[in-house]
């Protein structure tokens, strides 16, 4: 089993739609948790974190972490053209000084 | 704040050459990490150094390696090219590495053509 897994898509989601993106991990000790975005060609760059079980909204975006069930989703309201992008999922598990990432989910928002 | 730094953004070597990639971190980070990126494979983790000392490292070979320096500036060395190291290599920076609450941002990276 994958440490960080992530659908890779492509999710292709109509403008103004919400796109929703989830990611899972293994290791239940995990303790922090980032979206970054990627375009094609360039690095991540940081759209989120979450410590604790919930919602965490920051604009357009909602970060949703349920560590019960080992699960972190990120939901982009009002999706724009230029969200299309690679959405990198990364934890830092328990134990550790290492960022683990997904592979990324492909999002297309269609025009 | 300035960002992560990385020079070259650009390199062309050929097979067998050695190549060195630099990365300053964000003023006050003191771990850096580097990452490679091809399209088929995604982020691989190479490794991570805090206070020039490497705390972890990737699944990659002996060819790879890398050093910090007291001002917590970084280079990774690739030796004996192989065509398959062509990638986007990502420096990466936080306070103290991963853990609670620590956040890692990225630099530009260097895209790299082994011919």
């Known amino acids: 089993q994958k440490e960080v897994e992530q659908n890779s898509g492509p999710l292709s989601v109509p403008e103004g739609a919400i796109a929703s993106l989830n990611c899972t991990y293994s290791?239940?000790?995990?303790?922090?948790f980032f979206w970054y975005r990627q375009y094609s060609g360039k690095s991540p760059e940081l759209i989120m974190f979450?410590?604790?079980?919930g919602d965490k909204e920051d604009g357009r975006f909602t970060a949703q972490l349920n560590k019960a069930s080992q699960y972190v989703s990120l939901l982009i309201r009002d999706s724009q053209p230029s969200d299309s992008a690679t959405y990198l999922c990364?934890?830092?598990?328990?134990?550790?000084?290492?960022?683990?990432f997904g592979t990324g989910t492909r999002l297309k928002v269609l025009a | 704040k300035a960002g992560v730094t990385q020079t070259p953004r650009y390199l062309i070597k050929t097979r067998g050459q050695q190549v060195t990639l630099s990365c300053s971190p964000i003023?006050?980070?003191?771990?850096v990490s580097w990452y490679q990126q091809t399209p088929g494979q995604g982020l691989q983790f190479l490794f991570e150094?805090?206070?020039?000392?490497?705390?972890n490292k990737g699944n990659f070979p002996g060819r790879f390696s890398g050093r910090q320096f007291s001002n917590s500036r970084s280079e990774m060395n690739v030796s004996t090219l192989e065509l398959g190291d062509s990638a986007l290599y990502l420096c990466?920076?936080?306070?103290?590495?991963?853990?609670?609450?620590?956040?890692?941002?990225f630099g530009p990276g260097t895209r790299l053509l082994v011919l």
């Open positions: 003023s006050g980070h003191r771990s």
């Open positions: 990466a920076s936080s306070v103290k590495g991963g853990g609670h609450q620590e956040t890692q941002y």
């Open positions: 290791d239940r000790g995990s303790q922090s």
């Open positions: 979450i410590y604790s079980n």
């Open positions: 990364a934890v830092t598990p328990s134990g550790t000084y290492k960022y683990i």
């Open positions: 150094y805090f206070s020039e000392t490497q705390r």
